[in-house]
């Protein structure tokens, strides 16, 4: 049985062209955010956009918290999938990458499902549990800063109901998780969170071993 598939381009071009249901709208972001410094990096892929509003869905999500917006194209796929009078939450560093999205976010009709909130996340998460009380979310898309990640899953998973889903991106972190000699403060910090969820009892896990590593955790009832 086979192990591991190779992504070749040959073979993520058949997956785009028989699996991504993409739009003119979101093909148009993606370019625009590509064309920043580090802006391909750094911005989620197609097909993962695609499974995260897959999984707001799934899950039947009303309430969305998304801590890293970046030029806000997961904020866009994930917006798009909430329900009628549902709300997405959305903590950046800086309004300057976010202030891209919100055209788009407007061109899509979804702008008024959207609130960001600009600051440092950690102080923003403490903040919205004042606020809105612990368990007040039933999905939290995670995709900051790496060295803060086990902070953000904490306070995070606090704000997430019993049953919600946490997800959480990069955590195979361009390989360099699986490196001991890789110890950077960001590296460090997914490294630190991949082991700690592997033993905590409070959630269900799985890591997918696509795009840059996606991580589904289920805070058990």
């Given at each position: 049985m086979a192990q591991q598939v190779t992504t070749t381009q040959r073979l993520l071009d058949y997956i785009r062209g028989t699996s991504l249901r993409d739009d003119e709208l979101l093909a148009e972001l993606r370019a625009e955010t590509a064309a920043l410094p580090a802006g391909e990096a750094m911005q989620v892929?197609?097909?993962?956009?695609?499974?995260?509003?897959?999984?707001?869905?799934?899950?039947?999500?009303?309430?969305?918290?998304?801590?890293?917006?970046?030029?806000?194209?997961?904020?866009?796929?994930?917006?798009?999938?909430?329900?009628?009078?549902?709300?997405?939450?959305?903590?950046?560093?800086?309004?300057?990458?976010?202030?891209?999205?919100?055209?788009?976010?407007?061109?899509?009709?979804?702008?008024?499902?959207?609130?960001?909130?600009?600051?440092?996340?950690?102080k923003t998460l403490a903040e919205l549990t004042a606020e809105r009380g612990p368990e007040s979310f039933d999905f939290v898309f995670v995709d900051a800063d790496k060295a803060n990640y086990p902070r953000y899953y904490e306070e995070s998973l606090a704000l997430l109901r019993p049953g919600g889903l946490l997800v959480v991106d990069n955590t195979l972190f361009f390989g360099r998780a699986a490196d001991p000699d890789m110890q950077d403060p960001d590296t460090a910090g997914v490294r630190e969170l991949n082991a700690a969820l592997h033993t905590d009892d409070r959630v269900d896990i799985s890591l997918l071993t696509v795009a840059d590593g996606i991580t589904l955790v289920r805070k058990r009832p």
């Open positions: 892929m197609a097909e993962e956009g695609q499974l995260l509003a897959l999984l707001v869905g799934l899950t039947g999500a009303r309430s969305v918290l998304e801590i890293g917006t970046f030029t806000g194209y997961s904020t866009l796929c994930m917006a798009r999938a909430l329900p009628p009078g549902g709300e997405l939450v959305t903590c950046d560093l800086t309004d300057r990458w976010p202030a891209i999205g919100a055209g788009y976010w407007a061109r899509a009709g979804v702008a008024d499902r959207i609130a960001v909130r600009i600051g440092d996340a950690v």
